[in-house]
């Protein structure tokens, strides 16, 4: 069974960082297209950051370019998350996703995990 976890959500000011972490278990991470998404109450999940299938290259959401970092490491089934210089825009519940096609979009995600709370104060 495929499952995603996240990790490393919280509060923190604005300008400061958080990692994120997301463990894949049941399945190999270069098995899928990987990528960050973030949600707040009453509006539309949306897109941070990816990886295609089988590409090393990262997408970024445009206002989170040169903040934020997308990487992964194959032999620990992870990917990650560095967000640096934080807004409080950028408050929201992260969620981490797995797609078997080549592109991973809200509507292409066959695995989500559970969320994470990031909270940037101003």
């Known amino acids: 069974q495929i499952q995603l976890v996240e990790s490393g959500g919280g509060l923190v000011q604005t300008g400061g960082s958080l990692r994120l972490s997301c463990v894949l278990s049941?399945?190999?991470?270069?098995?899928?297209?990987m990528g960050w998404f973030r949600q707040i109450p009453g509006k539309e999940r949306e897109f941070v950051a990816r990886f295609n299938l089988r590409s090393n290259i990262p997408y970024y959401r445009d206002v989170v370019k040169g903040r934020f970092t997308i990487s992964k490491d194959n032999a620990q089934n992870t990917m990650y998350l560095q967000m640096d210089s934080l807004k409080p825009e950028d408050t929201a519940i992260y969620y981490c996703?797995?797609?078997?096609?080549?592109?991973?979009?809200?509507?292409?995600?066959?695995?989500w995990g559970q969320g994470t709370q990031v909270t940037v104060s101003s």
């Open positions: 996703a797995a797609s078997r096609t080549t592109n991973v979009l809200t509507t292409t995600a066959n695995y």
């Open positions: 049941g399945s190999t991470l270069t098995n899928y297209a």
